[in-house]
């Protein structure tokens, strides 16, 4: 009997992209990685609640990486965003050493 549900092989395939996701450099790059391991979290975590078993600590895990998903994205876009207003203030930051 198939579900329709498109299954991931384990749960290291979101563990990857999540990986891959935190080590891009690339900022062009990033928002599409953060984007991949979302889906495949997401995918995941339906798979989770459709199977039987305790699978706490991974569901823990995945909503704990959403959030830091999140947070990374929402990072970088605030980045891209103060980048143009710190260009046209000339990029000076004040002295700190007094």
């Known amino acids: 009997m198939s579900t329709g549900i498109c299954r991931s092989p384990d749960s290291r395939y979101w563990r990857e992209l999540y990986k891959a996701a935190l080590s891009e450099i690339g900022k062009s790059k990033l928002l599409e990685r953060i984007a991949e391991a979302e889906k495949a979290?997401?995918?995941?975590?339906?798979?989770?609640?459709?199977?039987?078993?305790?699978?706490?600590?991974?569901?823990?895990?995945?909503?704990?990486?959403?959030?830091?998903?999140?947070?990374?994205?929402?990072?970088?876009?605030?980045?891209?965003?103060?980048?143009?207003?710190?260009?046209?203030?000339?990029?000076t930051r004040p002295s700190t050493l007094s």
């Open 41 to 91: 979290v997401v995918l995941r975590a339906r798979e989770l609640f459709q199977a039987a078993g305790d699978n706490g600590e991974e569901t823990e895990a995945l909503e704990d990486v959403m959030y830091a998903l999140h947070a990374l994205g929402s990072n970088c876009q605030g980045a891209a965003r103060a980048a143009p207003e710190s260009q046209a203030r000339g990029a």
